[in-house]
Nanobody, 123 residues
């Protein structure tokens, strides 16, 4: 499966932004989709994940209040809605896919990755 992120950009603190991840090349019925992020000089960090068919979700504890993962099955697209953005949210955001319902936080268990989209939050 191929993943392509979009929607990143430069925003101010307090703004909202919605990222999109378009999937192609495979049916997603058993897949899980996830978002990770990586800030400069830091390790890749789990953000949120969702099973494709039933929409079961899992969030990083620190982000659950401000971030929401969703999907449009007709468009084969996963979204990440980010609200009340802070400068520390600045990172490259990656979309990832796993083939058998895994929605955990271990990046090594995800099989496919997009190229990432930059989100920069100014203070």
């Amino acid at each position: 499966v191929q993943l392509a992120e979009s929607g990143g950009g430069l925003v101010q603190a307090g703004d909202s932004l919605r990222l999109a991840c378009a999937a192609s090349g495979s049916t997603l019925s058993t897949y899980s989709m996830a978002w990770f992020r990586q800030a400069p000089g830091k390790e890749r960090e789990f953000v949120a994940a969702m099973t494709w068919t039933r929409g079961r979700t899992h969030y990083a504890d620190s982000l659950q209040v401000r971030y929401t993962i969703s999907r449009d099955t007709a468009l084969n697209t996963t979204y990440l809605q980010m609200n009340s953005l802070k400068p520390e949210d600045t990172a490259v955001y990656y979309c990832a896919a796993e083939t058998l319902y895994y929605i955990g936080e271990d990046a090594n268990l995800y099989d496919f990755w997009g190229q990432g989209t930059q989100v920069t939050v100014s203070s």
